[in-house]
């Protein structure tokens, strides 16, 4: 067909011309529908977490520096674990935290309490040379995510004694009372 | 677009308007991303300065789980029963899995389970989200945040 038209071009001197109306309308349908569907998504980050099912340990014997810790008996079981007690007010909010059996933080959490909490447990996590490897947190069900996931970032940027990142970090739920 | 009187035909050059828009078309079909659908962009996550881009985008599987502040799934905008949810999830997740693998009931899920949860919901529902989906194998979490504040009020 084209190279009849195009002998009839040669003849007649006629030049196709495309309907270029048709097109845009199609075109411009497709515009509006990526216009009308397009919305950027927020950048947002992640924790990421290996968490195998937990299983709730108590904090065997205080917090202690590693020269004690060498002295004493052989390791009970749990021991290398330090438990974080996490209570909640009735609005959400942290009420107080436990790291241990030493109270450490009372009343909301503001942003100077997270730096309080993360130079706690890098001097634990170095005095104690290698006493702990785990951290298991015990929360309040009351207890906001915001809040608990600020603790949670806390605690997974804990390296252990030998230096490797901390990768035994668990929760579990407190019985509400 | 005859316009009476001499009968003069006005035929404007279509062919630029036409380029520009199929730029704009091609610029809009790059950028548009359907992964977000299955992301609830009313919810408020929260804010950990921390947290990180995602890495690992295209290695491997994900499933998005969004929690409502009631503590609620909702997936592609439905309210949906966590239980059979994770049920079908886990299903499709192990036939990723080879056979001695997926025979093991034990055996860790190879899927990473996103949680975009609000910043109010309680701990309690959440947990609930995470016990569920370690009954179930799956062992990777990855816990969303904005790292700064967000500007929408």
């Given at each position: 067909?084209?190279?009849r038209?195009?002998?009839r ?5 006629e ?9 845009l309308?199609?075109a411009?349908?497709l515009?509006?529908?990526f ?6 998504s ?6 990421a977490?290996?968490?195998p ?8 014997r ?8 060498k ?8 021991f ?7 209570k909640?007010?009735?609005n959400?909010e942290l ?12 009343g ?15 001097n ?6 290698g006493t702990f ?6 929360v ?21 004694a030998d230096g ?9 739920e407190?019985?509400?009372? | 677009?005859?316009?009476?009187g001499d009968?003069?035909?006005?035929e ?12 704009l ?23 950990v300065?921390?947290?990180r881009?995602?890495?690992?985008e295209?290695?491997e599987?994900f ?11 909702v997936i592609?905008?439905q309210v949906?029963?966590?239980?059979s ?5 886990a299903?499709v997740?192990?036939r990723?899995?080879?056979?001695a693998e ?10 990473t ?14 947990n ?10 799956f062992?990777?979490f990855?816990?969303?945040?904005f ?6 009020p």
């Open positions: 067909m084209s190279s038209r195009r002998r071009r040669k003849k007649g001197g030049e196709v011309k495309l309907n270029m109306a048709a097109m309308d199609m411009f349908q515009l509006t529908f216009i009308m569907t397009f919305r950027p927020p950048i947002e980050g992640q924790i977490l290996n968490l099912p937990p299983i709730a340990v108590t904090q065997m205080p917090i202690q520096p590693s020269d004690q810790a002295s004493d008996g052989p390791s009970l079981p749990g290398g674990t330090l438990v974080i007690t996490v909640a007010s009735d959400g009420q107080s935290l436990v790291l241990g059996e030493r109270p450490l933080l009372r909301a959490l503001r942003p100077g309490d997270v730096n309080a909490l993360d130079r706690e447990l890098q634990i996590f170095t005095l104690s040379g490897d785990a951290i298991q947190l015990h309040d069900p009351k207890l906001n995510y915001s809040t608990f996931l600020a603790l949670m970032d806390v605690c997974a940027r804990q390296k252990t490797k990142k901390l990768e035994k970090l668990s929760f579990i407190l019985k509400s009372q | 677009m005859s316009h009476g009968g003069n035909t006005a404007p050059d279509l062919t630029p308007m036409l380029d520009m828009v199929f730029q078309i091609t610029f809009f079909m790059l950028v548009i991303n359907f992964k977000s659908a299955s992301m609830d962009l009313s919810l408020k996550l929260p804010v300065g921390s947290a881009p995602v890495e690992n295209g290695i599987d499933l998005v789980l969004n929690v409502n502040k009631t503590g609620e799934l592609y905008n949906t029963p966590l239980e949810y994770l049920n079908s999830e299903r997740s192990r990723k899995l080879s056979a997926a025979s093991d009931p034990n055996v860790e899920l190879p899927t389970i996103v949680i975009r949860a609000d910043k109010a919901v309680k701990f309690k529902d959440l609930r989200v995470f016990t569920e989906c370690q009954k179930r194998g062992r990777k990855s816990l969303k945040a790292n700064m504040e967000d500007p929408e």
